[in-house]
């Protein structure tokens, strides 16, 4: 087995969790040191002042009631308890968001692999498609490509007249409350180059030895991708899924632009984040919104343990072994 | 050696330090020193709108500036939602700009919670509203205190197309009922291919208040409490949906599409010959629609009484934090009462609240100028005083009013269960 070792993890974002406590290096204890605390000094100023402080404040807001312009007022939980028997509209953008977040997170991770396997080929012009297809991600969450994405799906549009053609005629997808949300999946989705990326460094490790013992032992092309890709390609499997459910608890943007600033059609497009927005800085519910966020860091806190819990079941690292 | 290269190591931090916190310092003191000297003042000034009125806007405020050489108006302007979440932003970072632009929407928002000055005591008092209707200037006050006062007039009116109507055989500017409207509607939907006769407005506050100003009820009592009970909601969404059924209002998924721009409402697009929306707005509509378009009153009630008021389309505040509160109120009395103003802003936000300057600026109008002027002046007669200040809240209730009839246009919830809905969801939200 040793032999087939491969180098390194694939990436390097999963390798804290595979070496776990026990991996730690024994370096020896350091001293302190003046000048790493100097050079480090601009970045903790920054995290302090712009991160560590905020997040103090909005915990502590988060048990208030607070309109911005008057002083904090101390509710206690009111603001959770409201939030969980009160809130009709609080529990729908939570729907909409955990649809969001189990439908696209799946649906990209298999469409940037399916890609990254499709690239992982010698072609001459893989080097262009690599960088195409990468494109899209690079607009990220902007403005710009939620706009063109609003122009294309909405009444009387490109995706309109082509599903017109073919004899299905739909709504403005972008105002109707059945497609809505769709549409957003569907953007998020198109932004599939980070994972795909990732994947396609993933599928370069995996030695080639392996796959062709298992040809000559007549094991067919899906009992391959079935028996070594993903078992072998795990590890980053694991990192993708944990970075984009991350990602999408976390999706603005689209949902801002494409729901027209106000949560779409009948609130379809309602996600938590936009939620958020909407009660802390148009009805100045701050201290609500504050709430709202700290709600989310747990979730969001949860669902990533969950995901590391179940990785023992299912993530494999071929030098685990070494590491006991 | 070791020694060495850890005394060397330990010297370079030392010189690290020494360079990167001095830096920094001068980087918090560059930020905290902004104001400039030799007894000019500068005071800040924001207001919402497209960049269009953003020009006319600058226009007056340099000729203020050449009038009063001594203060500086650093201006900033953004669209209308954009304005409130930035506006939100500054206030509640303490530094509110020192006039700003404010809605009725929002005046009890912002007045109510002390971030505005009281115009009738300290500077504010220089703020002239001698040549002011006094019930449009009444319109700034909440509790008692005048907290902004209005920059234009301008009414709630239907924007339409006059061709399409007259094919249909209706004419809007002489005045409908709300039968003889849906009508029109449905016969113009009928000949107008894509387009239909009316964007639905069950979406609309506006248009609900006006509504309701027809028999006798308002919007809001002065107490900020709701002025309607449900069964004049389900009234009201029964008329609009009867619309939509015939066909006369705007299908569902354009009704979702409205967002106050004209630009991008359903009449803008060419979607609809007819929209609910304000006479001012005439301008930005037609050239939205490309089409020669028109303003006529709205539809009446049984009684005949079309509910239409003296509206302060948009009001001019001062800060209560404003350190320039004399220079702001020079400003707010220069762009309300200024001969000037009125020629470079024309009717951009509406009439003129100068009633002398409008009558002089009525007399030179032409063109879409003249349709508003001679459009309002036939309607003065019958413009009823404006209802009380909208109370905190109302901005959202316009967005829950818009998002229930939603569910009722896409027929995921029947009339009964979205009034119920918007009952409870505006009391919780306004006490």
Not at chain 1, 4 to 25: H, K, M
Not at chain 1, 187 to 195: C, D, N, R, T, Y
Not at chain 1, 211 to 236: K, Q
Not at chain 2, 403 to 431: C, H, P
Request: charged letters at 20%; a positive charge.
């Amino acid at each position: 087995m040793t032999t087939l070792r491969t180098p390194d993890p694939p990436v390097a974002p999963p390798a804290p969790a595979a070496r776990g406590r026990r991996g730690r290096p024994a370096g020896r204890r350091r001293k302190s040191q003046p000048e790493a605390f100097a050079f480090l000094t601009p970045w903790l100023l920054g995290a302090v002042a712009l991160t560590v402080g905020p997040m103090v404040v909005s915990l502590y807001l988060s048990f208030t009631d607070y309109d911005m312009f008057t002083s904090p007022k101390w509710v206690g939980f009111g603001n959770f308890t409201h939030m969980f028997t009160e809130d009709d509209r609080y529990l729908q953008s939570v729907t909409v968001t955990l649809i969001y977040v189990l439908v696209s997170v799946p649906l990209k991770l298999t469409v940037s692999l399916l890609v990254a396997m499709l690239l992982n080929t010698r072609r001459g012009a893989n080097g262009f498609y690599r960088a195409a297809f990468y494109a899209p991600s690079l607009l990220g969450a902007s403005v710009a490509a939620a706009l063109v994405w609003r122009a294309l799906f909405m009444g009387g549009g490109p995706v309109n007249e082509i599903l017109a053609f073919f004899g299905w005629h739909t709504p403005s997808w972008v105002d109707d409350p059945q497609f809505s949300l769709a549409s957003i999946v569907l953007l998020g989705v198109w932004q599939f180059g980070a994972p795909m990326v990732i994947f396609l460094a993933g599928l370069k490790q995996i030695p080639a030895e392996l796959h062709e013992a298992a040809a000559i032992d007549g094991a067919g092309a899906f009992r391959r991708f079935r028996h070594i890709t993903l078992p072998m390609l795990s590890p980053v499997i694991f990192f993708n899924l944990v970075m984009e459910a991350i990602h999408a608890f976390q999706a603005f943007t689209p949902a801002f632009v494409i729901g027209g600033g106000r949560g779409g059609p009948a609130d379809a497009d309602l996600f938590y984040t936009l939620y958020l927005f909407e009660v802390g800085f148009q009805d100045f519910r701050m201290g609500y919104a504050s709430a709202m966020a700290w709600v989310l860091l747990v979730v969001i806190a949860i669902v990533t343990a969950i995901v590391f819990r179940t990785a023992k079941l299912w993530v494999f690292y071929d030098d685990a072994e070494d590491r006991k | 050696m070791g020694r060495t290269t850890e005394r060397r190591t330990k010297r370079r931090g030392v010189v690290a330090l020494a360079v990167v916190v001095p830096l920094l310092l001068t980087g918090v003191a560059a930020c905290g020193s902004d104001s400039g000297g030799g007894g000019d003042v500068t005071i800040n000034f924001v207001w919402w709108g497209s960049e269009g009125r953003a020009n006319l806007t600058k226009k007056a405020v340099e000729l203020f500036q050449q009038k009063n050489p001594k203060i500086k108006v650093q201006t900033s302007f953004s669209a209308y939602a954009a304005y409130w979440e930035k506006l939100a932003t500054q206030t509640a970072g303490g530094k509110p700009p020192d006039v700003l632009n404010v809605d009725s929407r929002y005046l009890a928002e912002y007045g109510g919670r002390n971030v505005l000055a009281d115009l009738n005591s300290g500077a504010g008092k220089a703020i002239s509203l001698a040549d002011v209707n006094p019930e449009l200037a009444a319109t700034g006050v909440y509790q008692g205190k005048r907290y902004a006062v209005p920059w234009a007039q301008n009414t709630p009116a239907m924007i339409y197309d006059p061709a399409a109507f007259t094919a249909a055989g209706a004419d809007p500017a002489k005045g409908m009922t709300w039968d003889s409207y849906a009508e029109a509607a449905q016969k113009v939907s009928s000949t107008g291919g894509q387009t239909r006769g009316v964007t639905d407005f069950g979406i609309l506050d506006t248009t609900l208040e006006i509504w309701l100003r027809q028999q006798g009820k308002q919007f809001y009592t002065p107490e900020g409490k709701l002025g309607f009970t449900g069964d004049d909601l389900h009234r009201y969404w029964e008329l609009a949906s009867k619309f939509r059924d015939t066909k006369g209002a705007s299908p569902a998924d354009v009704t979702a599409s409205y967002n106050t721009s004209p630009e991008q409402s359903p009449l803008g697009k060419k979607l609809t010959s007819s929209e609910f929306a304000y006479d001012n707005l005439l301008p930005a509509y037609q050239k939205a629609n490309g089409k020669p378009l028109n303003v006529a009153p709205y539809p009446s009630g049984a009684n005949g009484d079309t509910g239409q008021y003296r509206r302060p389309s948009m009001f001019l505040a001062v800060s209560a934090r404003s350190q320039q509160q004399e220079a702001a109120a020079k400003l707010v009395d220069f762009l309300v009462n200024a001969p000037e103003v009125g020629k470079i802003v024309g009717t951009d936000r509406g009439l003129a609240p100068n009633l002398k300057v409008r009558a002089q600026l009525a007399a030179d109008a032409k063109g879409n100028d003249k349709t508003l002027y001679d459009y309002e002046a036939a309607l003065e007669p019958k413009l009823g005083a404006a209802p009380p200040v909208p109370p905190k809240g109302a901005g959202a209730i316009q967005k829950l009013l818009q998002r229930t009839y939603e569910e009722v246009a896409f027929g995921r919830m029947s009339i009964d269960d979205a009034v119920n809905r918007f009952m409870t969801e505006a009391q919780k939200g306004l006490s």
